[in-house]
């Protein structure tokens, strides 16, 4: 009988070991991550597709191991700086968590999502899911799942992204909670980070010595473990030499955390720090040329990483919260069970009106009496309802209008902090140039090439500034029409690029133009910036080529159409539907200047007279674009021509 017992127990743990294992290898989790690793992110959608292509044949079913998946392709994107990706798989990650109900899982990732919209330094954001990991942080202890390592995540984050507004007071509240929940023995790393954390607060503090000695010990606890965490380390390393006065060991410093972003692919978003660093010391040591070069890397990285305008992160404005917008589909979803909840009511309430009628037949006027109240509160109630609905929707479009200004404001400071900053280097970088010739030699040609660049660098400011406020100018005064005639209008703006015309190096042709209703001012700054487009994007590579731009119109029923077609480089078919967007550059400033407003400035003058604008056609050989024109029956054609010419004049 004992041997029975204990056979059928053995029985039992076998099985119970045989479907644990089972559960394990189902996830397949470390042939997903390799998989996952090879993704190239030549376009964020198709890198996507193929995330999702490798989860479906790998037939992944568990919430669990697929909402690992998602947080280490989080993990991978963040380590590359492609955060259009990391926000899109923890969206996913946490949408499986909430449908499960996972407290856990939702902590962690909100989490995540409020460290990356730190860093991003998008800090209301980050407060909101920081707020929320709050929430589930309190449930967790109230449960008993709340571990020291979550803890210490959840004030190292909120640390982190203190520590980024330069807010060092409450960075080191964080800190001090941080120490509260580690154990040096079972959390070895987590302790290491958070002395490498105080040593940065120390640095800060100038007591740099004390901090170098933190450093290095955390450096190889970690190095192991962390290997391209070894950036960061080493750039924090060489800002304490530099601290010190130590510009030699500072740079040897840096020149190692640059040969470990290139040796592990890890932290590339860490490169704009570095060159700015090596910018600093090179100009202290007297080296301005290599720290104008540094500086212009500093400045090509960090519009590669940082700038939404940049073709790594062109999505990044786009990035929705699938997770919002789940929440908000399923109040739609409880909005309509309501509806229906009601319609039963309603039939109840008329099958009950038919049955008193009928069985209480002496007391109907009674009955009707009763029913028409009923009905009365219900439709007063249908009416409230109705009411609140539209202000809720309308309350939805001024929250979204307010958002969309809001994106606008934000990427208005991104190219204020970034564009207007980039030419007052310069100004800077080269007026010490201009200083050290005049101190220790005067050479002429030396100073007027950086006086060259000091006038171009305050001419792009100029520029970007005039455009800024045209920009906001479009919406916010009602323009003047009157009968402006094109062809004139056209000649007229062919004044400014008479250098070009007169000495052979552009051909601009014009056929015979319309008369329509407009403003002279705006519809000028339409042709004057596509002529100017026209023109300047051309190939560098061919020194005979010559810009030649057409301008005609083709009539229809109701509208006119004006082409303008060119000879240029043509435009990238993927960036077309970004091309009337504010501040959307395709090009690096150092390649083709401008300011990435021109387009967008007349889209919305096309759009104030109620036409458009739009890429027509494009290709390697040229592109051609389309101005639609509504026709006016009320234009005089014998006079709009010198009417229109007047008006430009008294414009201009």
Request: hydrophobic share 40%; proline share 2%; net charge negative.
């Amino acid at each position: 009988m004992s041997n029975l017992k204990v056979y059928l127990i053995a029985t039992l743990l076998l099985f119970f070991y045989t479907k644990l294992q089972g559960t394990n290898n189902s996830c397949m989790t470390d042939s997903l991550t390799q998989k996952i690793d090879e993704i190239k992110v030549e376009n964020v959608d198709s890198a996507l597709y193929q995330l999702e292509q490798e989860i479906a044949y790998s037939a992944v079913s568990d919430t669990s191991c697929l909402i690992d998946i998602y947080k280490y392709y989080a993990k991978v994107n963040g380590r590359k700086s492609n955060y259009f990706l990391v926000f899109t798989a923890l969206w996913k990650a946490l949408l499986l968590a909430d449908q499960a109900e996972l407290k856990k899982e939702k902590f962690l990732i909100n989490m995540d999502i409020g460290r990356f919209y730190g860093y991003l330094k998008r800090y209301e954001k980050a407060k909101e899911h920081f707020k929320l990991g709050s929430i589930l942080k309190k449930q967790l202890y109230e449960s008993n799942e709340m571990t020291d390592g979550m803890a210490i995540d959840f004030y190292f984050y909120q640390m982190s992204m203190n520590k980024n507004k330069d807010d060092y007071k409450t960075a080191q509240i964080y800190l001090d909670s941080c120490y509260q929940h580690v154990d040096r023995e079972n959390l070895t790393g987590k302790y290491y980070f958070l002395e490498f954390e105080r040593a940065h607060l120390l640095a800060h503090n100038h007591q740099y010595e004390a901090a170098l000695e933190i450093y290095h010990e955390a450096i190889d606890s970690i190095k192991e473990s962390h290997p391209g965490y070894q950036v960061i380390m080493y750039t924090h390393v060489g800002d304490a030499y530099f601290g010190l006065s130590q510009q030699e060991k500072g740079l040897e410093a840096y020149a190692y955390a640059l040969e470990v972003i290139e040796k592990y692919k890890a932290h590339y978003d860490f490169l704009p720090e570095l060159y700015e660093r090596l910018a600093n010391i090179n100009y202290a040591l007297g080296n301005f040329e290599k720290a104008y070069l540094m500086r212009e890397k500093e400045e090509a990285f960090r519009f590669k990483f940082f700038d939404s305008r940049s073709k790594l992160n062109s999505y990044l404005l786009n990035v929705q919260d699938d997770f919002r917008i789940y929440k908000k589909e399923e109040e739609q979803r409880n909005s309509q069970l309501k509806l229906i909840q009601l319609q039963q009511k309603q039939k109840i309430l008329t099958f009950q009106r038919i049955m008193l009628v009928g069985t209480l037949f002496f007391l109907s006027m009674l009955a009707f009496a009763f029913l028409k109240f009923q009905k009365g509160k219900i439709n007063s109630e249908k009416a409230i309802n109705n009411h609140l609905q539209q202000k809720n929707l309308e309350k939805e479009e001024l929250l979204q209008h307010i958002e969309k200004k809001n994106e606008e404001l934000m990427t208005l400071s991104n190219i204020m902090s970034h564009d207007l900053k980039a030419p007052l280097r310069n100004i800077s970088s080269f007026s010490g140039l201009i200083k050290r010739q005049v101190n220790n030699g005067f050479d002429k040609e030396q100073v007027l090439s950086h006086l060259s660049f000091i006038t171009n660098s305050t001419e792009s400011m100029s520029t970007l500034i005039e455009d800024l406020l045209l920009f906001s100018k479009i919406n916010i005064e009602k323009p003047k029409f009157c009968n402006v005639n094109l062809n004139d209008l056209a000649h007229l703006v062919l004044s400014a690029f008479s250098y070009d015309i007169n000495s052979g190096i552009a051909v601009i042709n014009i056929k015979e133009l319309p008369t329509i209703k407009g403003n002279p001012g705006l519809l000028k700054t339409v042709f004057h910036n596509i002529i100017s487009n026209a023109i300047k994007y051309q190939p560098k590579d061919q020194p005979d080529h010559q810009p030649t731009v057409n301008i005609w119109c083709e009539e229809a029923e109701e509208h006119y159409c004006i082409f303008v077609e060119d000879n240029g480089i043509g435009i990238n078919l993927d960036y077309a539907d970004k091309l009337f967007q504010p501040f959307v550059r395709f090009h690096s400033v150092s390649e083709y200047k401008g300011t990435g407003l021109g387009m967008s400035i007349c889209d919305r003058v096309m759009k104030t007279h109620n036409g458009s604008i739009e890429l027509d056609h494009t290709s390697p050989a040229g592109s051609r674009f389309k101005l639609v024109f509504i026709k006016d029956d009320n234009i005089e054609k014998e006079t709009a021509g010198a009417a229109a010419f007047r008006a430009a004049e008294e414009v201009l």
